[in-house]
């Protein structure tokens, strides 16, 4: 699959798929002819960069986890840690958010009884 093709899939731009592989987010990407063709592996890791950018790990804690990731199964304990220290504070976002959208329906029907007055 080419980058642009990869890039409509996935909702982000070719600079950010290119911005990963320079980082070293992704890679080697295999290259036909100097195009780059992105294998299902390579598919698998940016769903997974995404993933847990989106719950709010930096992409320099997901480049170490990808790194401790390659040293093999040595690492699990860690990365099982990460995982779940990562989902703890996702966990708590979400809390959080809950939180501010109960108080924005509060203030929403306060609004709306005094449009009623």
């Given at each position: 699959m080419k980058i642009d093709?990869?890039?409509k899939q996935f909702n982000i731009s070719?600079?950010?798929i290119r911005y990963y592989e320079r980082e070293g987010l992704l890679g080697?990407?295999?290259r036909v002819n100097?195009?780059?063709q992105f294998e299902?592996?390579?598919l698998d890791r940016?769903?997974?960069i995404?993933?847990?950018k989106e719950c709010g790990m930096t992409l320099g804690q997901i480049k170490h986890f990808l790194a401790i990731y390659q040293k093999g199964d040595d690492t699990i304990g860690e990365r099982l840690t990460i995982l779940q220290d990562q989902l703890v504070q996702s966990e708590e976002k979400v809390n959080q958010l809950k939180k501010s959208m109960q108080h924005l329906k509060t203030k929403i029907e306060d609004v709306k009884q005094?449009?009623?007055r």
């Open positions: 093709a990869v890039a070719t600079a950010t080697p990407v295999k100097g195009i780059r299902s592996t390579d940016i769903d997974f995404l993933c847990v005094l449009q009623v």
